[in-house]
């Protein structure tokens, strides 16, 4: 079974600091997800990253895939209040890799 | 709408009650997947669709559990004799074909009580 830890699970932080979260795994992924869920919603998908030491940026939010694919990070620069609500990682598992296995993720809190 | 629409929103039901759970997914999406996320957890996979058959029901928990896509388009998720344990979150998801971006729905929430 591949099982994707997720840390920190909770994060409160100031509006303009910077964070990190990270998505780590005992078993190589071909590719990794991360996705952002507010409440009430489903999951939206923001990246996925399929090269070992990829690095790709979405605005504020740099994603990083670890060389070995088995690991994932996530930082936010200056964090704002937008930015709250729960970062899943997301790895394609089973069958055909057609079924992703998910993190229980970290919840983000950006206090204004 | 333009998005995966999921209904209801909520449900509540007795123990030992029968539920249907429909999700009707983005228009021209051929793929169709269900996944269950319980509280503080992340999303865990149940089944998927590819057209009107079942591709990989692996992840449906037991045979309460069945879901149909009988003209490849609407699903429903049918809970038979469900269980305080069954409470939780069904998110339904489609996409353009497997291995494509998937695009879930707000989630059908369930509480058996």
């Known amino acids: 079974t591949q099982l994707l830890e997720q840390s920190p699970q909770f994060l409160s932080i100031q509006e303009g600091e910077n964070l990190t979260v990270y998505c780590n795994s005992s078993?190589?992924?071909?590719?990794l997800q991360w996705y952002r869920q507010e409440p009430g919603e489903g999951p939206v998908l923001l990246v996925t990253?399929?090269?070992?030491?990829e690095v790709k940026k979405l605005k504020r939010l740099t994603f990083q895939f670890g060389d070995a694919r088995k690991d994932s990070s996530l930082h936010i620069t200056a964090a704002q209040p937008g930015d709250t609500g729960l970062y899943l990682c997301?790895?394609?598992?089973?069958?055909?890799?057609?079924?992703?296995?998910f993190g229980k993720g970290t919840k983000l809190s950006v206090i204004p | 709408g333009a998005g995966v629409s999921q209904t209801p929103s909520n449900k509540v039901t007795e123990k030992g009650k029968y539920v249907e759970l429909r999700c009707d997914p983005i228009s021209g999406h051929t793929a169709l997947y269900w996944y269950r996320q319980s509280l503080g957890q992340g999303p865990e996979f149940l089944i998927y669709f590819q057209g009107t058959g079942a591709a990989d029901d692996s992840g449906l928990p037991n045979d309460r559990f069945f879901a149909v896509r009988p003209e490849g388009s609407v699903s429903t998720l049918k809970i038979q004799r469900t269980e305080r344990g069954d409470s939780a979150v069904y998110l339904c998801a489609s996409s353009l074909m497997l291995g494509n971006t998937i695009y879930f729905g707000e989630g059908s929430w369930l509480t058996v009580v």
């Open positions: 990253v399929v090269t070992g030491g």
């Open positions: 078993s190589v992924f071909s590719s």
């Open positions: 997301a790895g394609p598992t089973g069958a055909g890799s057609y079924q992703l296995t």
